[in-house]
Nanobody
Framework: QVQLVESGGGLVQPGGSLRLSCAASGSIFSIVAMRWSRQAPGKERELVAAITSGASTFYVDSVKGRFTISRDNAKNTVYLQMNSLKPENTAVYYC???????????????WGQGTQVTVSS
């Protein structure tokens, strides 16, 4: 069994910064990719950023230049540094991992429980 635990959310003023963390634990042979998605009230969940095992990254256009995704492979942890935050960035942020639990297993998807980010003055 695999668990993803997010941390780092909270209340921040517009223009401020937050750093989200997501640690994966349990039976993990390898992690293919880790992603951050978010869901604002009344909206669908959207992919915000992703990083592969080879360190290739993806960002949704609205966060390019402000958010940075990174990972610590030794700790099976992914981070999302969020700078110049805007009220429209308010959402529950979810961590997601595509991983393999054993050498002979197929890839599986796991999700964290989410962490609230609120940007407000």
């Amino acid at each position: 069994q695999v668990q993803l635990v997010e941390s780092g959310g909270g209340l921040v003023q517009p223009g401020g910064s937050l750093r989200l963390s997501c640690a994966a634990s349990g039976s993990i042979f390898s992690i293919v990719a880790m992603r951050w998605s978010r869901q604002a009230p009344g909206k669908e969940r959207e992919l915000v950023a992703a990083i592969t095992s080879g360190a290739s990254t993806f960002y949704v256009d609205s966060v390019k230049g402000r958010f940075t995704i990174s990972r610590d492979n030794a700790k099976n942890t992914v981070y999302l540094q969020m700078n110049s935050l805007k009220p429209e960035n308010t959402a529950v942020y979810y961590c997601n991992a595509r991983l393999r639990e054993r050498v002979d297993a197929r890839n599986s998807e796991y999700w964290g429980q989410g962490t609230q980010v609120t940007v407000s003055s």
